[in-house]
């Protein structure tokens, strides 16, 4: 196995209108056709709430205790969410990659237990200052991941492209959060590079002035910066931080929008946590 | 690759309402920790339809200038059917396998390349006795199976869970029969055992009637009995006309509803041709 120990690439690729497939699929191709180890996790929360509304289930959130805001995922949203992430995005991903000669393959967490994960059984909610105990929320923690899967697809020339949709401890399929799964995929495969593409630049301080996004972050202050980050961008950090935790040397929170994303980001163009 | 001369059995599961998916992984469950090597592929049509439904496009069917009827895939369509097949279907079939303590597996004929198929370009519909050609349909005939994938899957100890979603020459999604899919697969793979399994106790003389079922069907008689097949029986009967001439050595159409529905068709409750 002395070839795996080429260098790795986690691309996590949001799933929110501002990130572009076609241009983060391109820039995969030529990096791909230069040989560059690559695997990519993806979201598709637009996709599940345009679905959900479509089913006339639109989307529901539930807000922790301590102010953290989540996919409320009952049986049904499940569901709805395994179409649109599983189902639309994941084949969308992998057809557009085909299409540009990547030979991309698709797979979810649940895949061979890719990500296993366990199932928060009973979570809290605050609504309208009331708590509440939900049991029917089908999301959970990643426990594992299952590396030889992925250097088997690697080690025959290909792109894994993988839904956050991960294998819970009695076998049910579970919701993670994507940002997270790309971190553990990342820290379990060694990878040099974890890049998070999103819909804003990095990093800002104050959000959403670009002129004060923060280029370079040290892990030792990394705890500290964890008070300019809002909504979604706190388990972005919070991913940067686990990956580097557990061995990731990079990680870069970049602008998914525009051309070749990922030059883009190892360029420098983004918000490089080491 | 020595392991890899164990005998295959390949097994179709229709997506008609009839068949039971809970009694087909419980006999696929026993199967496995046998020992037995076994690839899944699976249809998706009754889910597709519902899907569409809901979403207030319901499924159009085609009947070609010699009769044949098949569903009309335009983009729209293909989506529903991706979401439907590929999300809703074969993860279910993922999730109750592995629930059941099997390490199954989930992919479309488009990751890796794993099914090829040539986009049918050009497409004759009959409609009211007029002619139509039809430019946007999303199917294929299928050109060929990437078998070192699944072979790389058996030797894992996984069971293959195949989604009938190909990828086209110019890299697109097409949509292609499962029944058709199953037995390209079957011959790929060299199986020694092709399992169709319906809503049907098999091939008829005089359908419905049960009593008239035709158990054993010599491969030199096929083209003759082909007469007594009606709707899509016509595909399954030409699925192991195919199977039959690549190598398979026995297919066997047999009632996916009741208890232990594989062992029962192994038994020889089902049309047996060989």
């Not at 598709?44 to 709430?49: F, V």
């Not at 709805?80 to 189902?87: E, H, K, P, S, Y």
């Not at 991903?93 to 994960?117: H, M, Y």
Request: proline fraction near 3%.
């Amino acid at each position: 196995m002395t070839e795996m120990k080429k260098k790795i690439t986690v691309v996590k690729i949001g799933g929110t209108e501002g990130v572009n497939f076609s241009n983060i699929c391109e820039n995969v191709a030529r990096l791909w056709a230069e040989g560059v180890a690559l695997i990519l996790v993806h979201g598709g929360s637009a996709e599940a709430n345009a679905l959900g509304t479509d089913l006339n289930l639109p989307p529901h959130f539930i807000t922790s205790p301590s102010g953290h805001v989540s996919r409320y995922t009952d049986l049904k949203t499940m569901e709805i969410f395994i179409m649109a992430v599983n189902g639309t995005v994941n084949t969308r991903l992998v057809a557009d990659l085909q299409q540009k000669g990547v030979n991309a393959f698709g797979l979810a967490g649940l895949d061979g237990g890719l990500i296993r994960a366990s199932r928060k059984e009973a979570i809290q909610s605050v609504e309208n200052g009331k708590r509440r105990i939900i049991r029917d929320d089908y999301s959970g923690k990643i426990v594992s991941v299952e590396t030889s899967l992925l250097q088997l697809l690697l080690s025959g020339g290909m792109v894994p492209v993988i839904a956050p949709i991960a294998l819970g401890q009695n076998g049910e399929p579970l919701n993670v959060d994507a940002d997270r799964a790309a971190a553990e995929v990342a820290a379990a495969m060694s990878a040099e590079t974890l890049i998070l593409l999103t819909a804003v630049p990095g990093l800002m301080k104050k959000f959403p002035d670009v002129n004060t996004l923060i280029r370079n972050i040290e892990r030792k202050d990394l705890e500290q910066m964890q008070t300019y980050a809002e909504g979604r961008m706190k388990k972005k950090v919070l991913g940067a931080q686990e990956a580097l935790e557990k061995g990731v040397r990079n990680v870069l929170i970049a602008d998914g929008s525009g051309k070749d994303p990922i030059d883009n980001a190892l360029a420098g163009n983004c918000t490089w946590i080491h």
